[in-house]
């Protein structure tokens, strides 16, 4: 092997598989993105530090928040996924960051053809949702239907993802387990089902779809009275 091939890998295994925990600044306001390749910023990864909807949500908000990122690429919510959220080191990072706001946004991953089970995703994401609910902070928990998933210039859908699961079953439970646990869901597949032009690859947004998703997310807190 290589130098650089030595060199891609170890930026690939620190950077991308297990990026640097947030450092929370606790003299301002906290606002923790849980979630996948989506919220990490995968369809800008070489500049994800300042063009991630995490990191474009931040600059919207001025210098009296922090919106920490706390997003991980091919994390599954389901326990029985590939690659687990909560067996991660940033999960318990996100609950120990006292966040007055909380974005919750996985999905995509569960959505892929091996991992994909209806009644478990379910039952954990309600799990999930009122693990972050019953916080100390008695945080603002909002959930996030994920982003549309085009199929590619073939006809094929990306990462073996079932595309129609995205915009259907899974779309729906986000939205029921919303309701019973009165949270507020902000809808992405809407957002972004027109726009095509928006993203890096088929299920990646790039800086268009991110900054339009950091907007969007602004507009939103603004209705809900949080800014």
């Known amino acids: 092997m290589d130098r650089s091939t030595k060199d891609y890998l170890g930026y690939f295994l620190n950077v991308v598989i297990h990026p640097r ?3 929370p ?3 301002k306001k906290i606002i923790a993105c849980v979630g996948d390749s989506l919220t990490y910023g995968a369809g800008v990864r070489l500049t994800r530090h300042r063009d991630s909807y995490p990191a474009r949500l931040g600059g919207l908000l001025g210098e009296n928040w922090q919106v920490l990122n706390y997003g991980l690429s091919w994390r599954t919510l389901q326990d029985t996924g590939d ?3 909560r067996s991660d ?3 318990t990072e996100s609950l120990h960051c006292g966040a007055s706001i909380y974005l919750l946004m996985l999905g995509s991953n569960d959505a892929k053809v091996f991992n994909w089970n209806e009644d478990n995703y379910r039952r954990e994401l309600r799990a999930f949702t009122e693990t972050y609910c019953a916080l100390s902070q008695q945080p603002l928990v909002i959930l996030m239907q994920p982003t549309i998933v085009w199929r590619d210039r073939h006809g094929n859908p990306p990462y073996q993802m079932d595309v129609d699961l995205v915009g259907n079953e899974l779309h729906e439970i986000v939205a029921e387990v919303g309701k019973e646990t009165d949270c ?7 957002l972004t089902k027109a726009h095509q032009d928006w993203f890096f690859d088929p299920a990646h947004p790039n800086l268009k779809g991110n900054t339009m998703i950091a907007h969007y997310i602004y507009s939103t807190l603004i209705d809900l009275g949080e800014l």
Do not use: C, E, Q
């Not at 507020?184 to 809407?190: A, G, H, S, T």
């Open 25 to 27: 600044d606790h003299t």
């Open 83 to 85: 690659l687990p959220y």
């Open 89 to 91: 080191r940033f999960y």
């Open 21 to 23: 925990t947030p450092r």
């Open 184 to 190: 507020p869901v902000i809808d992405l597949y809407r």
